[in-house]
């Protein structure tokens, strides 16, 4: 699920700034192959820890969403284990 539709199934969410529950996660892979990109994380993560969520932060809730969507990533039959790429020269 991409696009408008899978921000929809997300929207309640990402407004109240909360990590979608496994369900939710599960149904944005049902369309099929996925490629997931995840670029400066790390930055976005430092700076979500200043952002207050209910009773707890941002990064928190940031951090949870990505644990669920390794996790359902991962169980899914024939999903390849995600990795880091590999920067020759660095």
Known sequence: ?????????????????????????????EAGPNLILLDEVVNYLISAGG??????????????????????RCSRPGMPSPTSPIWPGR
């Open 1 to 29: 699920m991409v696009g408008n539709d899978g921000y929809e199934l997300l929207r309640d969410q990402d407004q109240a700034r909360v990590a979608p529950g496994d369900d939710e996660v599960l149904k944005l892979f």
């Open 51 to 72: 952002v207050k969520v209910e009773k707890t932060t941002l990064r928190d809730e940031t951090l949870t969403f990505l644990q669920r969507l390794i996790a359902t």
